[in-house]
């Protein structure tokens, strides 16, 4: 494991790999890659536990910072912004910022950006954070005051949710025929007093009222993941994928032909992940992120 550089030459690294070259690597000569590749780590249960940090997880990052490959940060986290997932790592003591977290909320303002034509606005259905990241990307928001036609429909996990408010967006879906994106379809939200509903279940109620599909944005969609791709400037397939859920990490990679890592400090046991079967089966299952064979990884 090489040490963590002071000086973060995989901020560098971002620059020097888009030409396909490795001129400034300073990782072990012995891991050198062989191809192009980029590092994408989930957060929960692979870098974190709730406000814990999982033995391995800086390690891991320092290791492809001095490899000077690409690395991002993913998550279907819609609650925090990227300033503040990036706090909690940095806080944590792992080598992260904000241009490197590609949450779900990144992931849809992506989405919102690339419809055509562009929406005049956007209702969302969902927390203050959701809210105010699609309105500070240049958005109008849709209000719940009004009947005012909506272009889109974004739902996350809506914690001030009412039936008015679930009123408000299947008039959207229906009368409006307003594009429907789900930040994510996570049925549960994991919290510190047990389960609880999570944008799944919201979107599931629209989805019943209204008739009408959403397009999901949050893993295993590939739509996050296409977005890290076209970050780091590599294929999709060049991705190595870490983490720890078979439906929504492991699937999702493997639904791009990326190279799926389940790291089991999550939510995951060996045996499930033993008897996992198609497209949740992992390419590669590993204790703890000390174990993320880079020899492998990175030959051609
Ligand atoms: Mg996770």
Do not use: W
């Not at 009123?167 to 229906?174: I, P, S």
């Not at 919290?191 to 019943?208: D, K, Q, R, S």
């Not at 190279?259 to 590993?286: C, H, K, N, Y």
């Amino acid at each position: 494991m090489s040490a963590a550089p002071a000086d973060r030459p995989g901020r560098q690294g971002h620059r020097v790999h888009s030409d396909g070259h490795h001129h400034h690597l300073d990782g072990d000569p012995a891991v050198i890659p062989a191809r192009r590749r980029a590092f994408v780590f989930d957060m929960d249960g692979v870098m974190y536990r709730g406000s814990e940090l999982i033995a391995g997880a800086a390690e891991a990052v320092a290791a492809v910072r001095a490899l000077g490959l690409p690395l991002y940060f993913v998550t279907n986290n819609s609650r925090e912004t990227p300033v503040q997932l990036a706090a909690k790592l940095q806080g944590l003591g792992v080598d992260g910022g904000p241009e490197d977290v590609v949450s779900a909320v990144v992931a849809t303002v992506e989405y919102l950006r690339q419809l055509d034509p562009a929406p005049a606005s956007v209702l969302v259905l969902g927390g203050r954070g959701l809210a105010d990241q699609i309105e500070a990307a240049g958005f109008r928001l849709a209000s719940f005051e009004d009947d005012a036609p909506v272009a889109a429909v974004a739902a996350g996990c809506d914690f001030g949710l009412t039936y008015a408010r679930l009123a408000r967006a299947t008039r959207a879906l229906v009368v409006d025929r307003a594009a429907f994106i789900a930040v994510n379809t996570d049925p549960l939200l994991p919290t510190a007093g047990g389960p609880a509903p999570g944008a799944g279940a919201i979107v599931g109620a629209l989805t019943a009222a209204a008739g009408v599909r959403p397009t999901v944005v949050g893993k295993p969609s590939a739509h996050l993941f296409t977005v890290v791709a076209q970050r780091s400037g590599v294929a999709a397939d060049e991705l190595v994928v870490i983490g720890d859920l078979l439906d929504a990490d492991v699937a999702g990679a493997n639904d791009l032909g990326a190279t799926s890592v389940l790291v089991l400090t999550g939510a995951t046991t060996r045996a499930e992940a033993e008897a996992a079967r198609g497209r949740q089966r992992p390419d590669l299952t590993i204790d703890n992120l000390f174990q993320l064979p880079f020899d492998r990884l990175l030959a051609r």
